[in-house]
């Protein structure tokens, strides 16, 4: 692999730019590897990566039934933070949010990496006090946030009105390492260095059946044939229902829309990311100018990536409420996610029924932030049967009712 | 927009006047059942991508309760019908066999 610089750059702009490579190959399936990940999405990328990174695997195959990163990974509002409350929540997301923090150095990919800072808004007495303990348990898990005050909230965030008719500022949860990254860049990025260890990156080829002999996985079924292997990973997001019908056992997800959308470019005026759960509703500014918007889930099952329109009306009209000088932006696109949501609103890594066969999926609204992360934990989780930072997120933790309770930390769609 | 009819008031409610109350037809488990049981009816999901029972509240019109069958991949609509029965009639699995004759009701 030619790798990026700027001395590159330089060298290419003296030839027209002919001398750049693709950055990743796209081969023929060969009929088996040593391990296979349905879902090139950001989860399915990285954990190939580290597949062959940190465990030197690299026969791996990493299946995708469209393009790469065309699933959540290319429609979310790459919101990164760490704020969770639970302690293998916050392990984990933090994990994910520090190897954020070299990841281009690492991949020798400019994901653009910007910890800008986030605030989650307090809107009413019941956040006061939510952020409150969540910055208490923060600092005993090492991760740094703090609850500030409504004056600091108007300091870092000019454009806002903390004075708002229904719900005041009342102070705010800050993350000042939390922010944004490009997430095509993310999901490009590991594509290169997956290509590049000699993984293959088996774009259009849908999975649609999975092979079994005696309770153990032996291969799938693809549009392009069988391909067989004794280690499946599933991280295929909203569809994880689908892959799990296919192994033959069911999942506690459902599968819901969720809608984003960008206004017209306006010259910067928010400098960091702003989430105000209570009215449900977030955003940032993108580095073209457009500001990014986020809101609410549909409350019914749904696989059509499109969403409901009202959600949006909502969404911008509790926005416009605490930021008035948006009032008159445009709206440039919107589109829709299927979001896996599990009951605790935490995700699932886990062995499953299926010998051979592992699962990372359920990170509904919020899983950009944990891409490298979840990456990390789960292929050690594939490579060696457990992983401290999967641990706590297996499969039977609802039969157990061992709940790892996000509800409120993942209390905005993000 | 969603639309549906309301079987107990009859108005084409579209999705703002209604609340989605989840999967249809789950077998309640309650005290005394295994933990499998009980782990199914409260979590397990079938989340199909295709046809999919599921149940409704006319929250902003007459208050009822009752239940949809509506293709999640397409948002066609098959049928809307009372929330008094444990399972599918028979003139709600035709309409959905009149679209999709290859699919079955799985138990
Ligand atoms: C509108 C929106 C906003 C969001 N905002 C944020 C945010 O601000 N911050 C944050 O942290 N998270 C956010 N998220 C959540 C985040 O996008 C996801 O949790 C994350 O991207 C999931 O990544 P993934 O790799 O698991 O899934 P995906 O990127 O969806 O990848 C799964 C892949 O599997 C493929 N696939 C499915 N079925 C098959 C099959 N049968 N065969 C082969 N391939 C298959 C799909 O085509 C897809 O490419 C948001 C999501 C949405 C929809
Ligand atoms: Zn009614």
Redesign the interface.
Same mark, same amino acid.
């Given at each position: 692999m030619r790798r990026y610089s700027a001395f590159a750059v330089a060298r290419e702009a003296t030839r027209y730019h002919q001398g750049w490579e693709r950055a990743w190959a796209s081969p023929e399936p060969k009929r088996s590897y040593d391990a296979i990940i349905v879902g090139a999405g950001g989860h399915g990328l990285a954990t190939a990566f580290y597949l062959g990174k940190n465990f030197g695997i690299t026969n791996v195959a990493v299946i995708e039934k469209g393009w790469l990163g065309g699933g959540n990974t290319g429609r979310n509002t790459t919101i990164i933070r760490s704020n969770y409350l639970q302690d293998p929540s916050a392990a984990l997301y933090e994990k994910s949010r520090s190897l954020f923090e070299t990841m281009s150095q690492d991949l020798n990919y400019n994901v653009m990496f910007s910890p800008r800072g986030v605030i989650m808004l307090a809107q009413t007495e019941h956040e006061v006090r939510g952020y409150k303990r969540t910055a208490q348990a923060n600092a005993l898990q090492g991760v740094t946030t703090e609850f500030i005050s409504p004056a600091r909230v108007k300091e870092i965030v000019p454009i806002i009105n903390i004075d708002g008719p229904r719900y005041p500022v009342l102070g705010g949860l800050w993350q000042a390492r939390g922010g944004t990254a490009r997430h095509d860049a993310v999901a490009w990025g590991y594509a290169r260095a997956c290509s590049d260890m000699g993984m293959d990156i088996i774009q259009q080829c849908a999975v649609t059946g999975v092979t079994r002999e005696d309770g153990a996985v032996t291969g799938v079924e693809t549009t392009r044939g069988h391909i067989a292997t004794k280690k499946l990973g599933i991280v295929v997001a909203g +569809? %994880? =229902?689908?892959l799990a019908?296919m192994a033959g056992f /069911?999942?506690?997800? &459902? %599968?819901v829309a969720l809608q984003a959308l960008v206004s017209e470019p306006i010259k910067p005026c928010m400098d960091c990311v702003v989430m105000a759960n209570t009215v449900h509703g977030y955003m940032s500014q993108s580095d073209k100018g457009e500001m990014v918007i986020g809101g609410g889930a549909d =409350? @019914? #099952? #749904? @696989?059509?990536q499109r969403g %409901? *329109? +009202?959600h949006i009306e909502e969404t911008v009209r509790a926005l416009v409420e605490t930021f008035p000088m948006i009032s008159r932006l445009k709206q440039l696109r919107q589109w829709g996610g299927i979001v896996d949501m599990t009951?605790d609103r935490s995700p699932i890594l886990s062995k499953t029924p299926v010998e051979g066969i592992f699962i990372n999926c359920g990170w509904g609204t919020g899983g950009f932030k944990a891409t490298p992360g979840s990456g990390w934990a789960f292929a050690e989780l594939m490579a060696k049967g457990h992983s401290p930072l999967t641990d706590a997120f297996g499969l039977e933790r *609802? /039969? &157990?009712g061992r709940f790892i309770d996000e509800s409120v930390a993942a209390g905005v769609a993000h | 927009m969603l639309i549906l009819e309301c079987p107990c008031c009859g108005v084409m409610a579209d999705e703002t006047e209604l609340a989605p109350g989840g999967e249809a037809h789950l077998r309640r488990h309650g005290p005394g059942s295994s933990d499998e049981d009980f782990e199914g009816y409260l979590f397990l999901r079938p989340n199909a991508r295709g046809v999919h029972f599921e149940r409704w509240r006319h929250a902003h019109g007459c208050g009822k309760w009752f239940l949809a069958a509506r293709d999640t991949a397409t948002m066609e609509v098959f049928a809307t019908y009372s929330a008094q029965t444990a399972e599918p009639p028979q003139h709600v699995i035709d309409a959905i066999r009149a679209k999709r004759p290859d699919w079955s009701l799985v138990p």
């Open positions: +569809h %994880s =229902g689908v019908e /069911r999942l506690p997800i &459902e %599968s =409350g @019914y #099952n #749904n @696989y059509t %409901s *329109f +009202h009951g *609802f /039969r &157990e | -």
